[in-house]
């Protein structure tokens, strides 16, 4: 079953603007990880936030976690053609010693 | 590109048949994985591996069986291929731990008809 699901399913931006895609999930978690899938290859880790913290960066990348709330927040800034892509999250289940699990993804076009 | 490989990258199969995918790694991680990827559904995984000749079913494991006998190899084998094993297949690995960053092949797409 998914633990975590992406929002929205697509989105289609403008180059330049800033594209945020969201992600719940539904048990508590020891980290919540981001991933980035071009067409036609597989997922390429983007960036992992841990449970304790509640933002972080990476380049272009803004990350926010919210466990109240069982949310997380994937923010792109000044977007280009070359982010499109679609973009994974990714939970581990706090409570087991279990592999990730995957939401459905946001398909994100950015438009030149 | 983390060294993982995965052979074939496309093959045509018809039911009923048996399919052995193969994933290789060269970065002596301990941890392998297989996931399925088909649209409406993301990722899933099927199985995976926390050490040479230690596996274990994922959330879609039925009609899938592996066998992990070294550690840079991991094999994934549809015994009776169906046509709703139809997908593109993914084999990933990670080092430390399950919550570790994950490094992915480029996928297998499979077509059973």
């Known amino acids: 079953s998914q633990q975590g699901e992406e929002d929205p399913q697509a989105l289609s931006i403008q180059e330049g603007e800033n594209a945020t895609m969201n992600c719940s999930y539904k048990t508590s978690i020891n980290n919540l990880q981001w991933y980035r899938q071009n067409s036609g290859r597989g997922l390429v880790h983007l960036i992992l936030i841990r449970s304790n913290e509640r933002e972080k960066h990476s380049g272009r990348l803004r990350v926010t976690l919210d466990t109240s709330k069982k949310s997380s927040s994937l923010l792109i800034t000044a977007s280009r053609a070359a982010d499109t892509a679609s973009y994974f999250c990714a939970t581990d289940v706090r409570s087991g010693n279990t592999p990730l699990v995957f939401g459905k993804g946001t398909r994100l076009s950015v438009i030149a | 590109d983390a060294g993982i490989t995965q052979s074939p990258r496309h093959k045509v199969t018809e039911t009923g048949t048996p399919v052995t995918l193969r994933c290789h790694q060269t970065?002596?991680?301990?941890?392998m994985y297989w996931y399925r990827q088909d649209p409406g559904h993301g990722l899933r995984l099927i199985h995976y591996?926390?050490?040479?000749?230690?596996?274990d079913k994922g959330e879609v494991s039925d009609g899938y069986s592996v066998s992990r006998s070294k550690t840079e190899d991991f094999l994934l084998t549809l015994e009776s291929a169906t046509s709703s094993q139809t997908s593109v297949y993914f084999c990933a690995i990670s080092d430390r731990d399950y919550n570790s960053p994950l490094h992915f092949g480029n996928g297998t797409r499979l077509t059973v008809t």
């Open positions: 970065e002596n991680h301990r941890y």
């Open positions: 591996s926390y050490g040479v000749k230690d596996t």
